[in-house]
């Protein structure tokens, strides 16, 4: 077997264990992504109370809230969106494979953001 930083491409099994990982990491991503979205009926259902005299700073930290709930979600759809756009990169074989440098990107790193199209190397380059 080629060492890694002589190896062009993963292999499919190698492939298949990195599509394994991004589904889990999917299914938990949208299970979160659901959790917020709940959260932000059942404030939107309790908004009914504000009808009552007497809202104050209760409704501008109600209003912070969901604004932040609204930005968590929307950075957790396009993390989904990023993690199904490397599922379609395992799909066509080009898994793994520094969009900057062309080189492999280490196991390492893919594990830990496994929807990232670029090495450390290429990403310190950029900063």
Do not use: W
Request: hydrophobic share 30%.
């Amino acid at each position: 077997m080629q060492h890694e930083n002589t190896k062009t491409k993963y292999s499919d099994t190698e492939l298949d264990e990195f599509k394994t990982l991004i589904k889990n990491k999917i299914n938990m991503a949208r299970g979160e992504l659901q959790d917020l979205v709940g959260t932000l009926s059942a404030s939107n259902s309790n908004g009914d109370d504000a009808a009552i005299a007497g809202k104050t700073l209760e409704d501008g930290s109600a209003t912070f809230e969901k604004e932040q709930i609204n930005q968590l979600a929307g950075r957790q759809k396009k993390f989904i969106e990023q993690l199904e756009a490397a599922l379609t990169r395992i799909e066509n074989k080009t898994y793994g494979i520094c969009r900057s440098t062309g080189k492999l990107i280490p196991k390492e790193r893919l594990r830990a953001v496994p929807h990232t199209t670029q090495s450390m190397e290429a990403k310190l380059k950029q900063a």
